[in-house]
């Protein structure tokens, strides 16, 4: 079987750990040119070093619109076109409501909502003019379900859905797909500050028993990246081992 995303060139945001850099190692395993960006340039590069071929590492802070402008046109130079954005840097701030400061209210909605819009935003007119892109947004059952302890991230993730549903709908006509990824609990350093104990509650409520790899979220989005998805629009795409079915 041919590779399925030769000559694709495809941004990724965190791509410097977690289940960012399992999508960047994913999609340029099947033959993608990727753009790694992330907020820590040293993570970025190590990820592209991994990739050892057609990859760059680009250091910007997703929350910050000049920066998202600026690498967003250095990406475009580069590569000449993008045909797939993954929009997966995120960050939690957990805290239960009446004790959450307004400053992390803001760090969470800034990265992982507000980071989603300036990236679409500045990547959507070279889309338009090719008349083709993919938007793949990561989410989670956080903004499926709602979580205690996580209003913010809650309401970003929630946010992510009505954001990716909207675009959809927008760019439908101009060939753009616009698709969100749901995680359950996947082991990156994320889901660490969960205690063992914790896990252990949580696998008894996960109907595969297990919490999930980073490249079961890395094989969602490569679906969702590739021509086998070309009629799937503005979905939610629910990844949890059946946690919340
Ligand atoms: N793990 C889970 O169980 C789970 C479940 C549901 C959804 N998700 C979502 O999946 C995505 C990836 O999560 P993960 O578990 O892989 O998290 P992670 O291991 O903590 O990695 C987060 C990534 O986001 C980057 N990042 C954070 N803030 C940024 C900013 N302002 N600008 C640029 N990059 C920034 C980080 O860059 P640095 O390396 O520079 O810090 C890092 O590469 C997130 O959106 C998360 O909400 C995760």
Redesign the pocket.
């Known amino acids: 079987m041919q590779n399925l995303m030769e000559g694709k060139v495809v941004v990724v ?10 999508i960047a190692l994913r999609l340029a395993g099947e033959g993608a040119s990727v753009a790694c ?4 340039l040293a ?2 590069e190590s990820t592209v070093k991994e990739i050892a071929g057609k990859a760059r590492a680009y250091a ?5 619109g000049s920066q998202v402008g600026a690498t967003c046109e250095k990406v475009l130079q580069d590569f000449g076109r993008v045909d797939v954005l993954v ?6 701030r957990d805290g239960l409501l009446m004790r959450m400061s307004d400053s992390d209210w803001d760090t969470v909605l ?3 909502l507000k ?1 989603a819009f300036l990236f679409t935003k500045a990547l959507t007119r070279s889309m338009l003019k090719q008349r083709s892109g993919r938007i793949i947004n ?5 903004g499926l379900t709602g979580n205690a302890g996580q209003s913010n ?1 809650a309401a970003s ?1 929630a946010g992510l859905i009505g954001f990716t549903k909207s675009v959809a709908r927008e760019l439908a006509s101009r060939g753009i797909t616009a698709n969100a990824v ?10 660490h500050v969960l205690s063992a104990e914790m896990q252990e509650q949580l696998k008894q409520r996960i109907a595969l028993g297990r ?2 790899a ?1 490249e079961d ?1 890395a094989n969602a989005v490569l679906f969702l990246a590739s021509d086998m998805a070309s009629y799937v629009t503005g979905q939610v795409l629910t990844v949890d081992g059946g946690l919340t079915m």
Do not use: E, H, Q
């Open positions: 945001t965190g791509a410097g750990r977690g289940i960012g850099k399992a960006c992330g907020r820590t993570n970025v910007v802070d997703v929350a910050d929009n997966n840097a995120g960050v939690t800034d990265t992982n980071g990561i989410s989670s059952i956080s991230y993730k749901a995680p359950g609990f996947i082991v990156t350093d994320m889901t919490l999930g980073a979220i």
